[in-house]
């Protein structure tokens, strides 16, 4: 919180000043004062010090029309050719001196475009459909240009409604007969935009505005402001998971730990929810619908149920979808808390060993008046490993999206002596250099911290300085998330109530003012945190990363901070665990399927394509269901030896006996009851391979999946670490 106050007071003094001195007092409607204000708090606040002129005028203007058209279809390129030669250089202007007409303007064509195009569409869906022809059509069109003219726009909205109607042809969980679902959907699609009011329209242009600037600074409307009040932006209160707009679906974007989303091991980030049923009714299509429409839907009085229809993130196929039950619930503290698990197990060589493994879902820090911080809490946990005597541990941050940037300092000081942990740099191009002040070490051992493509900001912190220090080894996805720019969140009304607007009604920016630096001066921006020893996963793909976002924020660096390092590469053995990893992953089944599935998934995106073919869509989905059973039935023929583990709460932590969740045979014992969906420690993020069918001959999808390739390698990574560090063994310490 100390940084964001900081950062606030460095901003706020020469933008009250350009605000009062830039326009008439009273000459502005309160949306066209909040519109100078937005364009001048960016102009003057934003990281970049870009001024608002004609290259951000483009981008906006862009912008804008994507967010109105995301699939590229109801705008033709006479459409765009026009807006371009008014509006291309134009907008900035506008913006500065609060004319707001072009956005209603823009919107107006938008309107008049999705009419037509609905009144085609009604008749479309009456029409005989030829499933049998070779065509195909694009799965995601944001990249795609505009069609040139009417009739493109007629070809392509012609495959587009085949498309979904033997969508719902194949689907599994059909709503109702295609062609009313369809009809229904659209018509839903132009009350919407029907609806859409000016303050909407104006909520619309100023947010593509903002994130003309970079994908993390936002313009938050009053409504907007309230939620992201409430629970830092959840969209989704009721389940814990955050929703954004993409080509007409709800689209999973982040899970809150702790939440019923993420508890329930069944949503993955990215997957797309269709419909939405209350408790036992029937399933509402909530595709081309208004996100706050969405979210409504899905919220709900706690304890109750809601059951969504969603297309899983890496379904070959959008007709395959599966049904997910969750239990609405405030989001549990305990849930979010740090937490360690005691691992027995046999090293390579046959030999004993006992392994630590501390799971991280966010770096908390005072959360609801608690008096409880993410340092607090792992320093209590890794008194009570260190006293059970483990030989190393692993920091798993693989659901860990940041949060409390002084939280990521102190927990680094954790494990290293007083030194630098991370560097800062504003607008100003002035670095500010974070340190750990404290010499004490809580845990000096073997250390290896697991990422993902979802660890993100100060994860990232946290692993780039451990890595940078020679501290511990990283395991995981090629890179981490790669946001390295930090937000603060300014409110409109303390800048147009000076000028005799209103205040709290305004609305708010979010708006990116710094950036971090590793210690070794790299940025985490971008290229995130690269991983020492990289393992096979699904989440593992450029698409997920910050780079896939627009206007992202450029990679550079800084001079490196002054440090003395823990160890080096060779200290920590790097070469030889890459070697030893290798070699088991290239033996593993459970990584054979991973890297299958990676295969076919990068194939998909690249394509891009799907076939109006229906036989040659069943029989793509019929391999689908041969590949999942085979798989199942290959899972339950398999013997390994399981170890040990303990689970260690912030409850039970003083206990003198730890609750035992997995002991050698109760797979084996699961497996002889077809069912071993009680045996995992956890769900794993993203380690569910196989849609709804993760676990071995699971009779109960409502379980945790039992296979985590991933985790159980960073184990066997961990266990080499501690036998190389230890060195060989002499005659007398083998006695």
Same mark, same amino acid.
Request: net charge negative; charged share 30%.
């Given at each position: 919180?100390?940084?964001? $106050?900081?950062?606030?007071?460095?901003?706020?003094?020469?933008?009250?000043?350009?605000?009062?001195?830039?326009?008439?007092?009273?000459?502005?409607?309160?949306?066209?004062?909040?519109?100078?204000?937005?364009?001048?708090?960016?102009?003057?606040?934003?990281?970049?010090?870009?001024? $608002?002129? #004609?290259?951000?005028?483009?981008?906006?203007?862009?912008?804008?029309?994507?967010?109105?058209?995301?699939? /590229?279809?109801?705008?033709?390129?006479?459409?765009? #050719?026009?807006?371009?030669?008014?509006?291309?250089?134009?907008?900035?202007?506008?913006?500065?001196?609060?004319?707001?007409?072009?956005? /209603?303007?823009?919107?107006?064509?938008?309107?008049?475009? !999705?009419?037509?195009?609905?009144?085609?569409?009604?008749?479309?869906?009456?029409?005989?459909?030829?499933?049998?022809?070779?065509?195909?059509?694009?799965?995601?069109?944001?990249?795609?240009?505009? *069609?040139?003219?009417?009739?493109?726009?007629?070809?392509?909205?012609? +495959?587009?409604?085949?498309?979904?109607?033997?969508?719902?042809?194949?689907?599994?969980?059909?709503?109702?007969?295609?062609?009313?679902?369809?009809?229904?959907?659209?018509?839903?699609?132009?009350?919407?935009?029907?609806?859409?009011?000016?303050?909407?329209?104006?909520?619309?242009?100023?947010?593509?505005?903002?994130?003309?600037?970079? *994908?993390?600074?936002?313009?938050?409307?009053?409504?907007?402001?309230?939620?992201?009040?409430?629970?830092?932006?959840?969209?989704?209160?009721?389940?814990?998971?955050?929703?954004? @707009?993409?080509?007409?679906?709800?689209?999973?974007? @982040?899970?809150?730990?702790?939440?019923?989303?993420?508890?329930?091991?069944?949503?993955?980030?990215?997957?797309?929810?269709?419909?939405?049923?209350?408790?036992?009714?029937?399933?509402?299509?909530? =595709?081309?619908?208004?996100?706050?429409?969405?979210?409504?839907?899905?919220?709900?009085?706690?304890?109750?149920? !809601?059951?969504?229809?969603?297309?899983?993130?890496?379904?070959?196929?959008?007709?395959?979808?599966?049904?997910?039950?969750?239990?609405?619930?405030?989001?549990?503290? +305990?849930?979010?808390?740090?937490?360690?698990?005691?691992?027995?197990?046999?090293?390579?060589?046959?030999?004993?060993?006992?392994?630590?493994?501390?799971?991280?879902?966010?770096?908390?820090?005072?959360?609801?008046?608690?008096?409880?911080?993410?340092?607090?809490?792992? &320093?209590?946990?890794?008194?009570?490993?260190?006293?059970?005597?483990?030989?190393?541990?692993?920091?798993?941050?693989?659901?860990?999206?940041?949060?409390?940037?002084?939280?990521?300092?102190?927990?680094?000081?954790?494990?290293?002596?007083?030194?630098?942990?991370?560097?800062?740099?504003?607008?100003?191009?002035?670095?500010?250099?974070?340190?750990?002040?404290?010499?004490?070490?809580?845990?000096?051992?073997?250390?290896?911290?697991?990422?993902?493509?979802?660890?993100?900001?100060?994860?990232?912190?946290?692993?780039?300085?451990?890595?940078?220090?020679?501290?511990?080894?990283?395991?995981?996805?090629?890179?981490?998330?790669?946001?390295?720019?930090?937000?603060?969140?300014?409110?409109?009304?303390?800048?147009?109530?000076? &000028?005799?607007?209103?205040?709290?009604?305004?609305?708010?920016?979010?708006?990116?003012?710094?950036?971090?630096?590793?210690?070794?001066?790299?940025?985490?921006?971008? /290229?995130?945190?690269?991983?020492?020893? $990289? $393992?096979?996963?699904?989440?593992?793909?450029?698409?997920?990363?910050?780079?896939?976002?627009?206007?992202?924020?450029?990679? %550079?660096? !800084?001079?490196?901070?002054?440090?003395?390092?823990?160890?080096?590469?060779?200290?920590?053995?790097?070469?030889?665990?890459?070697?030893?990893?290798?070699?088991?992953?290239?033996?593993?089944?459970?990584?054979?399927?991973?890297?299958?599935?990676?295969?076919?998934?990068?194939?998909?995106?690249?394509?891009?394509?799907?076939?109006?073919?229906?036989?040659?869509?069943?029989?793509?989905?019929?391999?689908?269901?041969?590949?999942?059973?085979? =798989?199942?039935?290959?899972?339950?023929?398999?013997?390994?030896?399981?170890?040990?583990?303990?689970?260690?709460?912030?409850?039970?932590?003083?206990?003198?006996?730890?609750?035992?969740?997995?002991?050698?045979?109760?797979?084996?014992?699961?497996? @002889?009851?077809?069912?071993?969906?009680?045996?995992?420690?956890?769900?794993? *993020?993203?380690?569910?391979?196989?849609? %709804?069918?993760?676990?071995?001959?699971?009779?109960?999808?409502?379980?945790?999946?039992? !296979?985590?390739?991933?985790?159980?390698?960073?184990?066997?990574?961990?266990?080499?670490?501690?036998?190389?560090?230890?060195?060989?063994?002499?005659?007398?310490?083998?006695?």
């Amino acid at each position: 919180m100390k940084t964001f $106050l900081r950062s606030c007071a460095a901003v706020l003094p020469g933008l009250v000043v350009v605000a009062l001195t830039s326009q008439p007092l009273l000459a502005k409607t309160d949306s066209e004062q909040i519109g100078v204000s937005v364009g001048r708090l960016l102009e003057e606040g934003h990281y970049t010090h870009h001024p $608002l002129n #004609d290259d951000m005028s483009r981008k906006l203007l862009n912008g804008y029309l994507d967010l109105l058209d995301f699939s /590229h279809l109801f705008f033709t390129q006479q459409d765009v #050719d026009g807006f371009t030669a008014k509006y291309a250089t134009a907008l900035d202007d506008d913006v500065l001196l609060g004319n707001l007409k072009p956005a /209603h303007e823009i919107f107006a064509v938008f309107q008049k475009r !999705v009419e037509d195009r609905v009144t085609k569409i009604k008749e479309l869906v009456k029409q005989p459909m030829d499933f049998k022809t070779d065509d195909s059509v694009l799965i995601n069109r944001q990249k795609a240009p505009w *069609p040139k003219d009417a009739a493109e726009a007629d070809d392509l909205w012609q +495959k587009r409604i085949a498309s979904e109607l033997l969508q719902e042809k194949l689907a599994e969980h059909p709503i109702e007969p295609g062609p009313q679902l369809v009809e229904r959907r659209y018509d839903r699609m132009l009350r919407t935009v029907h609806e859409e009011d000016d303050e909407e329209q104006v909520k619309l242009f100023l947010d593509a505005l903002a994130q003309a600037y970079d *994908p993390h600074s936002e313009y938050l409307s009053q409504a907007d402001l309230k939620n992201f009040t409430i629970n830092m932006g959840l969209s989704l209160v009721g389940i814990g998971a955050m929703l954004k @707009s993409e080509d007409g679906y709800a689209k999973i974007e @982040s899970l809150v730990p702790g939440g019923p989303a993420q508890t329930s091991g069944k949503i993955k980030v990215g997957d797309r929810i269709t419909a939405v049923a209350q408790g036992a009714k029937d399933f509402n299509d909530v =595709r081309d619908m208004r996100l706050d429409k969405v979210v409504d839907q899905i919220r709900g009085k706690k304890g109750t149920k !809601v059951r969504l229809l969603v297309i899983p993130a890496n379904a070959p196929d959008p007709s395959q979808r599966k049904t997910i039950e969750l239990v609405r619930d405030k989001i549990n503290l +305990k849930d979010q808390e740090a937490r360690a698990d005691i691992i027995l197990k046999k090293d390579r060589n046959g030999e004993p060993v006992k392994l630590g493994w501390l799971t991280l879902p966010s770096f908390y820090a005072d959360m609801e008046g608690h008096n409880k911080s993410t340092t607090k809490d792992v &320093l209590a946990l890794l008194k009570r490993l260190k006293k059970e005597k483990i030989g190393g541990l692993v920091i798993d941050l693989r659901r860990n999206g940041g949060g409390s940037l002084e939280e990521a300092i102190s927990l680094t000081g954790l494990f290293i002596k007083s030194g630098p942990i991370v560097q800062t740099k504003g607008s100003n191009d002035r670095v500010v250099i974070s340190t750990d002040p404290d010499p004490d070490i809580a845990y000096d051992g073997p250390l290896v911290v697991l990422t993902s493509r979802q660890s993100a900001s100060a994860s990232e912190i946290f692993a780039a300085a451990l890595q940078d220090y020679g501290r511990a080894v990283i395991v995981g996805d090629k890179s981490s998330f790669g946001k390295g720019t930090v937000q603060t969140i300014l409110e409109i009304g303390r800048f147009t109530s000076l &000028l005799g607007t209103r205040s709290q009604e305004d609305g708010a920016l979010k708006l990116t003012i710094q950036k971090f630096y590793r210690v070794a001066g790299g940025s985490t921006q971008l /290229h995130g945190v690269t991983s020492d020893i $990289l $393992l096979p996963t699904l989440t593992d793909l450029p698409e997920f990363g910050e780079g896939a976002l627009k206007n992202a924020l450029p990679y %550079d660096e !800084v001079p490196p901070a002054r440090f003395t390092k823990w160890s080096d590469s060779h200290q920590l053995f790097i070469s030889e665990l890459k070697a030893r990893s290798a070699a088991r992953v290239a033996a593993d089944p459970e990584f054979h399927y991973v890297m299958e599935d990676m295969e076919r998934l990068r194939k998909k995106l690249d394509d891009n394509r799907i076939t109006l073919n229906e036989d040659t869509r069943r029989k793509e989905l019929n391999e689908e269901k041969t590949r999942k059973e085979t =798989r199942s039935k290959d899972r339950l023929a398999r013997t390994s030896e399981e170890p040990s583990i303990y689970r260690l709460t912030l409850d039970t932590v003083d206990s003198p006996k730890l609750q035992l969740i997995m002991y050698p045979g109760k797979i084996a014992e699961a497996k @002889s009851k077809g069912d071993v969906s009680k045996v995992a420690p956890e769900a794993a *993020p993203d380690s569910d391979t196989e849609g %709804d069918d993760s676990d071995i001959a699971n009779a109960d999808d409502s379980k945790p999946a039992a !296979v985590d390739p991933e985790r159980d390698e960073t184990l066997n990574i961990l266990s080499d670490l501690v036998q190389l560090s230890q060195g060989p063994k002499t005659a007398s310490t083998s006695r």
